[in-house]
């Protein structure tokens, strides 16, 4: 994937509203895609998946929308809370192993 | 249930040293991925380890090696180290009949001097 370096995209947020999450992911073959959540010094935390046979996959206060057409990616968050802070990164996949996105860092504002 | 752990937590070592850490899969998976990651990027597959046997591998030279236990943990060894190798360095399971639904450890923190 392309390197961001230390500059990851940021996202701020008012506690309380939506956050929205976007990828663009780069294999128009790729069939299963995740969300993670990596909050400093952790290891990624499994969000939520969907595969290619879908276009929207909805959990606990966050929705995944894909659209193969123009190889996009979003997660929705719902009532955004402070311990939501952290980078959201997006994986696709085709037979493993995972290819992981540009992260973005999303920052609750209180 | 216990999930993916990884051990030791942080290691420093010198340029031309070895290293290796260990990983034991969550409760249930069989199949074990190593993954690179430098700071502020996303992580970067190494290899993947099934029934004791490398499967797939990424673009990272022979010094990274790995090996898988019949209990399913693994461990990664990266011989002949380099400043460039210091990184996060994160395990995930999974299962065999689902192997892209991958849980990730806390991974090591590796610094290089």
């Known amino acids: 994937g392309e390197s961001v370096g230390l500059h990851l995209p940021t996202l701020s947020v008012q506690e309380g509203d939506n956050s929205i999450i976007n990828c663009a992911y780069s294999?128009?073959?790729?069939?299963?895609f995740i969300w993670y959540k990596q909050e400093s010094g952790k290891g990624p935390q499994f969000i939520i998946d969907i595969r290619s046979n879908m276009d929207k996959r909805q959990g606990q206060r966050v929705t995944v929308l894909l659209n193969k057409t123009v190889k996009h990616l979003s997660l929705q968050i719902a009532a955004t809370q402070p311990g939501d802070s952290a980078v959201y990164f997006c994986a696709e996949s085709l037979d493993t192993p995972l290819v992981f996105g540009k992260g973005t860092r999303l920052s609750v504002i209180a | 249930d216990a999930g993916v752990t990884q051990s030791p937590t942080h290691l420093i070592k010198t340029r031309g040293q070895q290293v290796t850490l260990r990983c034991s899969p969550k409760s249930g998976h069989d199949t074990v991925s190593w993954y690179q990651q430098a700071l502020g990027q996303g992580p970067q597959f190494i290899f993947q380890y099934y029934e004791e046997e490398e499967r797939q591998r990424g673009n990272f030279p022979d010094r990274f090696s790995g090996h898988q236990f019949p209990n399913y943990s693994s461990e990664l060894n990266v011989n002949a180290l380099l400043l460039g190798d210091s990184a996060l360095y994160l395990c995930?399971?999974?299962?065999?009949?689902?192997?892209?639904?991958?849980?990730f450890g806390p991974g090591t923190r590796l610094t290089v001097l």
């Open positions: 995930a399971s999974s299962s065999v009949r689902v192997p892209d639904t991958q849980y």
């Open positions: 294999n128009s073959a790729s069939d299963y």
